[in-house]
T-cell receptor, first 117, second 114 residues
Framework: GAGVSQSPRYKVTKRGQDVALRCDPI?????LYWYRQALGQGPEFLTY????????KSGLPNDRFSAERPEGSISTLTIQRTEQRDSAMYRC???????????????FGPGTRLTVL | DQQVKQNSPSLSVQEGRISILNCDYT??????FLWYKKYPAEGPTFLIS?????DKNEDGRFTVFLNKSAKHLSLHIVPSQPGDSAVYFC?????????????FGQGTTLQVKP
């Protein structure tokens, strides 16, 4: 598969539990992005990485949210002590490089639908 | 504050006619704009983009127009086909700030009727 993959596709958890969402970017893509999408809305930026370095985490809602990309490839978004308001689609995207321009568009994965009961 | 706005939640057009999807933005630092298309149960897929140094970019049936003074862009699809039925998202970035962050609009659901 040449695209961005995410796992699990669906996650149901109870309030207070921790969850880890995984993203496998397109091979060779330097930049990796996490977005959150509420129903009826567009994706909302959370954080992004170049290689293993987290470049911008300004979109993370609070300190319960964290992300890592230790080897510059696969990334994990972790939500601790989940709350019902965390329920959303979490999307990952990757691009060849950091800059925005022709030929360097972000490719999105299918997302992980998180439901917090 | 919504920096990128798509004020029409939905649009319905007849096959063969033109579809025009609109997007407004407020941040004058945005210098690169994109349109993504999304089918149900899939992630958004890139459709077309435009840099702020241009006012038009065309790719087959798809044309994006940028009016910087009005902070407005539009996507034209001519002729529209039933397979174009999807949710369309407008997105913007401040590329000169060297960040990969995209700001998305709320999306417009396009239905093309046969």
């Amino acid at each position: 598969g040449a695209g961005v993959s995410q796992s699990p596709r669906y996650k149901v958890t109870k309030r207070g539990q921790d969850v880890a969402l995984r993203c496998d970017p397109i091979s060779g893509h330097v930049s990796l992005y996490w977005y959150r999408q509420a129903l009826g809305q567009g994706p909302e930026f959370l954080t992004y990485f170049n290689y293993e370095a987290q470049q911008d985490k300004s979109g993370l809602p609070n300190d319960r949210f964290s992300a890592e990309r230790p080897e510059g490839s696969i990334s994990t978004l972790t939500i601790q002590r989940t709350e019902q308001r965390d329920s959303a689609m979490y999307r990952c995207a990757s691009s060849l490089a950091q800059y925005q321009g022709a030929g360097n568009e972000q490719f999105f994965g299918p997302g992980t639908r998180l439901t917090v009961l | 504050d919504q920096q990128v706005k798509q004020n029409s939640p939905s649009l319905s057009v007849q096959e063969g006619r033109i579809s025009i999807l609109n997007c407004d933005y407020t941040n004058s630092m945005f210098d690169y704009f994109l349109w993504y298309k999304k089918y149900p149960a899939e992630g958004p897929t890139f459709l077309i983009s435009i840099s702020s140094i241009k006012d038009k970019n065309e790719d087959g049936r798809f044309t994006v127009f940028l009016n910087k003074s009005a902070k407005h862009l539009s996507l034209h699809i001519v002729p529209s086909q039933p397979g174009d039925s999807a949710v369309y998202f407008c997105a913007a970035s401040a590329g000169s700030s060297n960040t990969g962050k995209l700001i998305f609009g709320q999306g417009t659901t396009l239905q093309v009727k046969p």
